[in-house]
């Protein structure tokens, strides 16, 4: 007996034959089951085959229609999760730190709106005049003394409160003072000169490796300690400055801390995003320590002193005004280059989520624009579109099962749609 069905799986016909192969048959083919009765003559059977396979052959030729009609009138493919989407997956992005949109932050100013009491704490730093538009806050700079000195006698003085601030911050309970490496060795330091950067402007971290600060020599060696205070403060004036770097690009130089991975700062330079460390005979020249998940960055004041003429005051009940000493190295260093301000990144963690959009030759090639049919019965404008239809896609729309629009990504340029054409699109989604 001889079968004719359609074996939908593999989205063919097959015809099998079952039965002796000398038998001959005779009967009718019909649509559907078809059974031959033997008895027939061999002529008789290999016509009844023929017309079997006629039968087999026009109703492939339906189905495969059928599918082809199906693909070609749908506006929505769904994504086969095991080979389109690509989620979860994490990157690291770096970009500008300042609101400027330059790597490098050449200009600085205060603002006198500041009251004199938030200034015997911290400065405001801004990119330009406070009163102008686009102009905002940057970083802050404060000095910290653990006794209280260079500020006046209260029960808690300004600059014993900064000292404490950050030393609870980054230190964590254990440990009262701020340790600095020096030359082979470390050293204690009472005094400490930070810069913390706007929130706004981190993100998530302060790019290790990536950041340079340049400070100029101040007027402190030619001046008396109790005097070098304010407007008395200034730049050397022999063009002079040091510039400081991370010491990230040496391996095994982080140290994990409660406020998370810390560096050293150094004297160095970065130049076409590579970095040098300068030294003294075999030893680096520290200045400090980093902390770019917070954005913070701690001086030695010993350091400053003996290097860049800080002359930080350190008389009790005094306003040494000392924190205003790092704005002035840090604008002074600008004043003499432009290239020597302050240039810095900030890092990013971005996941993602890739949508890879499968355009087969079949797909696709009929608009839902109402400008793609004309006349009350929604015949198509140009009449050759039935067979040989051109669109263009300008816009990936992606929906979830309710068929409800989530979200849009604009392509940069139309593309091309019709049966010889084929399209395989990214979608990007960062969050």
């Not at 102008?132 to 000195?149: D, E, I, P, R």
């Not at 510039?243 to 409660?258: E, G, K, M, P, R």
């Not at 499968?358 to 793609?372: A, I, M």
């Amino acid at each position: 007996m001889i079968k004719l069905f359609k074996n939908v799986y593999r989205d063919r016909l097959v015809l099998k034959n079952q039965g002796p192969a000398a038998l001959n048959f005779t009967g009718t083919v019909q649509s559907g089951t078809t059974t031959l009765q033997p008895g027939g003559t061999n002529s008789n059977t290999q016509a009844t085959i023929a017309a079997a396979q006629t039968i087999a052959n026009q109703l492939f030729q339906q189905y495969v229609q059928s599918l082809q009609g199906a693909q070609n009138g749908r506006s929505l493919i769904r994504f086969n999760p095991a080979t389109d989407v690509l989620e979860n997956q994490g990157r690291t992005v770096s970009s500008v730190i300042w609101s400027t949109g330059n790597a490098n932050l050449s200009t600085f100013f205060t603002s006198s709106t500041q009251s004199s009491t938030a200034k015997s704490y911290y400065y405001a730093v801004y990119n330009d005049t406070p009163t102008v538009s686009g102009s905002m806050v940057q970083f802050g700079v404060a000095y910290g003394n653990k006794y209280g000195s260079g500020s006046l006698s209260s029960e808690y003085t300004p600059t014993q409160a900064v000292y404490s601030q950050f030393r609870l911050l980054l230190l964590g309970g254990a440990d009262s003072t701020f340790t600095f490496n020096s030359g082979s060795s470390t050293e204690n330091s009472d005094d400490i000169y930070v810069i913390s950067l706007n929130r706004a402007r981190l993100k998530d971290t302060l790019d290790p490796g990536n950041w340079q600060l340049n400070l100029a020599t101040l007027s402190g060696s030619a001046v008396a300690n109790s005097v070098h205070t304010g407007s008395n403060v200034k730049v050397k004036g022999d063009n002079t400055f040091v510039s400081l770097v991370d010491d990230s690009s040496i391996t095994n130089t982080a140290t994990l801390t409660d406020a998370g991975v810390r560096y050293n700062i150094v004297s160095g330079s970065i130049l076409n995003g590579t970095t040098t460390l300068y030294t003294t005979g075999s030893n680096y020249v520290y200045y400090g320590h980093v902390y770019p998940k917070l954005g913070i960055v701690v001086l030695n004041g010993k350091t400053l002193n003996s290097n860049l003429a800080f002359n930080t005051v350190s008389g009790s009940n005094i306003a040494g005004d000392n924190a205003f000493k790092l704005f002035t190295a840090i604008s002074g260093a600008a004043a003499i280059n432009s290239t020597y301000g302050f240039t810095a990144r900030n890092s990013q963690k971005v996941i993602s989520s890739n949508y890879f959009v499968r355009v087969k030759n079949g797909d696709l090639n009929y608009s839902n624009n109402p400008t793609f049919v004309s006349g009350t019965l929604g015949d198509l404008y140009h009449s050759e579109f039935v067979s040989d239809p051109q669109v263009y896609i300008t816009s990936v729309g992606l929906y979830n099962d309710k068929n409800e629009l989530l979200a849009i990504a604009k392509i940069s340029r139309p593309i091309l749609k019709n049966f010889d054409e084929e399209v395989l699109l990214r979608v990007r989604l960062d969050y």
